[in-house]
């Protein structure tokens, strides 16, 4: 489960977030590319290719959308504390 404490700093404020590389548990990203490249419109890269919210989902099928990279992300680096 993603570190809700270790979250990226570029991610925007709400519920969804992705973790920083350097969470000390180990779920961080490790810029995989897979939630940036399947779901362009939410997850964007850094300059080191780690993922971070650029947009919360508000409806339903948005937050389908990111829920689906969740539970695709290998490290569980991708969470949604609301």
Known sequence: MANKNAKHKKNVPGPWFCTD????????????????TGAPDFFAEDDNGNAYIKRQPISSS????????????PVSAIGNDG
């Open 21 to 36: 590389p350097d969470d000390e548990n180990g779920e961080g990203c490790i810029a995989c590319n897979v939630c940036y």
């Open 62 to 73: 948005e937050k389908e959308i990111c829920q689906e990279q969740l539970e695709a992300c």
